[in-house]
């Protein structure tokens, strides 16, 4: 037991160190503040900041969408709105989605630009793809912190005159506030390490996408691009987008512990 | 209703307001000639009237809120339904072409001749699937154990926040590791242990590495969920009656936890079989059965990232590409019908 | 008891939950402005007669509700009345207290706020008055905004009185108020009770005979859900009627 425990710390372990390693020793401030632009992909100067630009320009609406409809769904699961049998299929359908592999949202989301004429990749599939990857993860931490708001809460708000509608925003939307919180942050970690779904929707772009059909550089993508590079120089630049990329995902998983813990002040237990 | 009196003026109130922005609205149409600006003076006043309206009938606010959320869960179910008609449609346009035995029991993927075969793909997929699988359940349960039955506290809290942030970490950040130090080892130590000396290290048994420490995390930390949900008092009626700590373990955490960690498995599985980024990195991308596991293949999430820039230049690829995301789309489908079947039979034998 | 003084009546109520009765025919009168007790064996079916006052019952699934219940002469299952309208007159105190996930303040200000206006000044007039009414305002004054969780429990539970008479409700259903309180949280709590029935119809669930001696004006006596005695707390406590009222007074059946 405790040799698999020592496999598995020891191969995150390794994991993170070695990115952190690699990255921090080829990350330059130059790499922050510029755009690629001319030769990055080249070996010499510029940066990548459009895809860092690009990935926030992708994850934060995606988020945004993903969070109003998961919540509007979540609170909808309630046995107030639906009667179970509903509710579970409903249930069943989130599991599915949450289960597709991203790239199959990705090319579902590149067969309806095709199908609209549009080619290259743009801004708008990119977030409609990260959109319909994180309704199920953002639904289901919800879902489970709804599940488990007391039930003498919600009739204890009933008891006041509230309507179905007035419970669920002021009283349930407030016991359930850190599994929403968790929610948004685990489905924006998730949408801005993706790779697979935006690969094949967003194209690449050495500049700021000024529209939302522009194509546009991600992080997660042009890592998979600096590494599939010959050169060593410019693979190492991979590590460095890859340590950016790390930090920022590390950075969202210590807001959520944060926040979660801020936002449980209230709770009634 | 009952309208209580203070309500009452702030409704008159408001409602004196928008009519004097209506009166404004119609004034510059008139006087001024100007239609912008009525037009934005008439959706003033209109929204006034809408919000003061929904305000003071709690009801229709009732009403129209629930509404909104039946609309939006319509919208999702919509949204899952095309996707599913979306692949079907897509898949068509190449089964006319191509039967689905050929498709999927041909090894040959050649797409400049328009032939798409999927057999030696679907063994990739499997094969690589399958040996994380067999190197990660185990390891995960065991550590699962470890963490919620044998460590002390202080530990348990270190290693807890630590999984779950492993959990969210990238796939291409897994991918370009793997790459760095995998890659290298499996080329000049494992394979050449194993009595392969030509592989490049690009082969399955990297990709099965990787996923299997992609899904550690996963497995593990819905594993400790459900074992640290097991009632105390179950765990003391059997050391009660005099059995060791591990026997415990065995016959009762396990059994008593079936269900969950099943379900642990199920999307540990899932996970692994979708993965595409970091897959592709590292097996190689050939769509062949590799003869030894160190030689290079092909799953089929990988062959989409790795052939969807040839799109455009060939029709049927586009095609074929589809139906390789519904056959993941099925599988997925299929996996959570019999997880879904599972849990409810589990759930009903073993309540406890 | 004049006709007028009545403020709920039930007629023919049955109520079953997955197809299993759980109250069978329950005909009673309650009346205006007095404390009811409704005592029985547990798991009779008390707490689902005092929620199916106020429509609770509906919010949870598979319940078949028949009958009527009669509430300021009008039957309140009829289809199509806005229910929240129903149960903003009757206010609940559960048995655990459940204050909602806000600060003090805003706990009593929520019932206000919804029904009787936003306007800030009145609601403070109104949360200081209701706070007060329940003995919690000296209590709390310096903390109005501090999470109402971290409140002892007896504290909690006047909060919720506080919250419920907030509302203006005519009346006070209480499902066995006092058992997850000590003693000396209990005997608060049933003061208030006393002295809350001048102005509110008040409903008691309790499963303590003695507490129901102690309060009641009105008792109702369920035994496995049917009504076996009703009627003036004196006359159900000195001459039991029905063997099972008698063997319950005595301590038999408990």
Redesign the interface.
């Known amino acids: ?2 040799a ?2 020592a ?3 020891g ?2 372990i ?3 160190s ?2 952190v390693l ?1 990255g921090a020793s080829s990350l330059s401030l130059e790499m922050l503040t510029q755009t690629s632009e001319g030769s990055f992909y080249l070996g010499s100067g510029g940066g990548f900041l459009n895809a860092i630009v690009g990935s926030l320009l992708l994850a934060l609406p995606a988020t945004a969408f993903a969070f ?2 998961s919540v ?2 979540a ?2 699961l309630q ?3 639906i ?2 049998r509903f509710s579970s299929f ?1 249930r ?2 989130l ?3 949450w ?10 989301a ?3 630009m ?1 199908a609209l004429g549009l ?1 290259g990749g743009s801004v708008l599939f990119g977030i409609f793809a990260l959109t ?1 990857l994180e ?1 199920p993860i953002i639904t289901r931490s919800v879902d489970e912190s709804i599940k488990v708001v ?1 039930h ?15 419970t ?4 349930v939307r ?2 359930a ?1 850190p599994g929403i919180v968790a929610g948004i942050l ?1 489905g924006f ?2 949408g ?5 779904s935006i ?2 929707t967003v194209g690449d772009s050495n500049y700021f996408p000024t529209s939302v059909l522009d194509q546009t550089a991600a992080l ?1 993508t042009i ?2 691009n600096l ?1 599939g590079m010959p050169e060593k120089t410019v693979q190492n630049k ?2 460095a987008v ?1 340590f950016v ?2 930090l920022i ?2 950075s ?2 210590i807001l959520t ?1 944060y926040f979660t813990k801020k936002s449980s ?5 | 209703m009952h309208i209580n009196k203070a309500s009452a003026v702030v409704k008159k109130k408001s409602f004196l307001s928008a009519l004097l922005i209506l009166i404004l609205s119609i004034l510059s149409l008139f006087v001024l000639k100007d239609i912008a600006l009525a037009l934005i003076l008439l959706f003033v006043a209109v929204a006034l009237i809408a919000v003061n309206f929904l305000i003071i009938s709690r009801r229709l606010f009732d009403v129209l809120g629930t509404r909104f959320m039946l609309i939006v869960v319509l919208f999702v179910l919509a949204l899952f339904f095309l996707l599913i008609i979306v692949l079907l449609n897509g898949s068509g346009i190449l089964l006319e072409h191509q039967s689905i035995g050929d498709l999927l029991f041909s090894s040959a993927w050649k797409p400049f001749s328009n032939h798409f075969g999927l057999f030696a793909v679907i063994i990739d997929t499997l094969i690589v699937t399958a040996i994380s699988m067999v190197i990660a359940v185990p390891i995960s349960l065991l550590t699962a154990v470890y963490i919620t039955e044998y460590a002390p506290t202080r530990l348990r809290n270190m290693i807890r926040p630590f999984i779950d942030v492993l959990a969210g970490v990238p796939s291409v950040v897994f991918g370009l590791c793997a790459l760095l130090v995998f890659i290298p080892v499996v080329r000049d130590y494992i394979a050449p242990f194993f009595g392969v000396v030509t592989s490049s290290g690009f082969c399955l048994f990297t990709a099965s590495l990787i996923l299997s420490i992609m899904v550690f995390p996963i497995i593990i930390s819905l594993c400790v969920e459900s074992f640290s949900s097991i009632p105390l008092a179950l765990k003391e009626a059997s050391l009660s009656v005099g059995a060791t700590k591990w026997e415990t373990v065995k016959k009762v955490i396990f059994r008593a936890s079936g269900p969950g960690v099943l379900s642990a498995i199920f999307l540990g599985f899932g996970r692994a079989f979708g993965e595409t980024i970091a897959v592709s990195m590292v097996i190689g991308n050939q769509e062949l059965i590799p003869r030894t596991l160190f030689g290079s293949g092909q799953t089929l999430a990988s062959l989409i990232a790795n052939n969807y820039t040839e799109v455009a230049s060939i029709p049927l690829l586009a095609s074929a590409l589809i139906f390789v995301a519904l056959i993941l789309f099925v599988v997925v489908l299929i996996f959570n019908i019999c997880g879904f079947l599972v849990l409810r039979r589990a759930s009903k034998r073993w309540k406890y | 008891m004049s006709k007028s003084a009545i403020q709920i009546e039930t007629r023919g109520l049955n109520v079953s939950f997955h197809n299993s009765p759980v109250l069978k025919d329950i005909n009673i009168e309650i009346p205006a402005k007095q404390l009811t007790a409704i005592i029985g064996p547990s798991g009779c079916g008390k707490t689902t007669l005092l929620k199916s006052f106020n429509r609770l019952l509906e919010i949870q699934e598979d319940v078949k509700i028949s009958g009527e219940i009669i509430v300021d002469g009008k039957d309140i299952m009829t289809s199509g009345l806005n229910v929240p309208d129903i149960r903003k007159k009757m206010g609940l105190i559960s048995q655990k207290p459940y204050p909602l996930p806000m600060s003090i303040f805003e706990n009593v200000a929520y019932g206000l706020r919804i029904h009787h206006g936003k306007n800030p000044k009145k609601v403070e007039e109104g949360v200081h008055h209701c706070l007060q009414e329940v003995g919690l305002w000296n209590e709390v004054k310096d903390r109005l905004h501090d999470p109402a969780s971290r409140l002892s429990v007896g504290q909690q539970q006047r909060l919720c009185l506080a919250r419920a008479i907030a509302v203006k409700p005519e009346v006070i259903l209480c499902d066995e108020p006092t058992s997850a309180l000590d003693p000396i949280a209990a005997q608060q709590i049933e003061r208030l009770l006393l002295k809350l029935k001048k102005d509110f119809t008040v409903i008691l669930v309790t499963h303590t005979l003695r507490q129901a001696k102690r309060v009641a004006d009105y008792v109702i006596f369920l035994y496995f859900g049917m009504v076996v005695e009703h009627g003036l707390a004196d006359q159900v406590f000195n001459d039991p009627k029905s063997p099972e009222m008698k063997a319950y007074l005595s301590g038999e059946i408990s």
């Open positions: 037991m405790l698999s425990l496999i598995v710390i191969s995150l390794l994991i993170v070695v990115i690699n109003i409809i509007c769904i609170m909808y046995k107030e709105f009667p179970s409903i069943i359908c599991d599915i989605m289960g597709i592999p991203s790239i199959v949202y990705g090319v579902f590149l067969t309806i095709i080619h319909l309704i007391p003498g809460l919600k009739e204890s708000a009933y008891s006041l005159g509230s309507t179905r509608f007035e669920s925003l002021h009283v407030r016991q506030m685990l970690g998730r801005i390490g993706d790779a697979a690969l094949l997660p890592i998979l590494a991979a590590y890859a990329l790390l995902v590390l969202i998983s512990r002040k209230y709770i009634i237990k």
